[in-house]
């Protein structure tokens, strides 16, 4: 079965600091990881996504970060605020799949003042 | 206002009945998904449509059907055969054409609880 493996299940940071979590994935087909995040009762919103073809992408305090000998990637929340605390999710998928999404199992964030 | 919706926000049932969870986008994709998300395991894809008239099952379909009558509505139904309904439901969309992947939009969710 097809997998993505999220590191740590629950983080704690404090304000100001860098928020990093990662995932691994098994299937080299996958073409597109996105990461979501999503609050307590809501669904998850789309944060950041990259394609194969880059190494990085930053948009704001969010970067992922891409490798694709290791089959890992990672987001990186710079400068972290009480209000980013939620539970992340990183996923994949590939177009010829139907464009099913394979999600990790969820990593909670906490920031702390 | 563009997005999707789903409806109610809670449901619940009595153990041995049939549910019915509503998902209605108003973003013109061709694409839609039920996923379902229990605490620890991420959300696991139920059923998906990428276009009207035709669903194939994802992960989990067992004990759950849908349809795909028009292209802004999804329905998923929870029948009485799925051992543990209990559960956050997750509807999602993309517009889904050919061989590239586009982003997934979620809705607000449908809490379930069946007793």
């Known amino acids: 079965q097809q997998q993505v493996k999220q590191s740590p299940q629950s983080l704690i940071v404090q304000k100001g600091g860098i928020s990093i979590i990662n995932c691994a994935y098994e299937n080299t087909a996958f073409d597109y990881f996105p990461w979501y995040q999503q609050f307590p009762g809501k669904g998850p919103a789309l944060l950041i996504a990259i394609r194969p073809d880059v190494s990085e992408k930053k948009e704001g305090r969010f970067t992922i970060s891409f490798n694709k000998s290791a089959k890992q990637f990672s987001l990186h929340i710079m400068d972290s605020q009480p209000g980013d605390s939620a539970t992340y999710f990183c996923?994949?998928?590939?177009?010829?799949?139907?464009?099913?999404?394979?999600f990790g199992t969820g990593t909670q964030l906490k920031v702390e003042l | 206002d563009g997005g999707i919706t789903q409806s109610p926000k809670y449901l619940f049932r009595k153990e041995g009945q049939n549910v019915t969870l509503s998902c209605e986008q108003n973003l013109n994709h061709d694409a839609m998904y039920w996923y379902r998300q229990d605490p620890g395991q991420g959300l696991r894809l139920i059923y998906y449509?990428?276009?009207?008239?035709?669903?194939q099952k994802g992960d989990i379909a067992e004990g759950y059907s849908v349809s795909r009558e028009k292209k802004e509505s999804f329905p998923l139904t929870v029948t009485s055969a799925q051992k543990n309904p209990t559960a956050f439901y997750l509807c999602a969309s993309s517009i889904g054409k050919g061989q590239v992947v586009y982003e997934q939009y979620f809705g607000p969710g449908t809490r379930l609880t069946v007793t």
């Open positions: 996923a994949a998928s590939t177009a010829g799949g139907g464009n099913k999404l394979t």
């Open positions: 449509s990428q276009i009207v008239n035709d669903f």
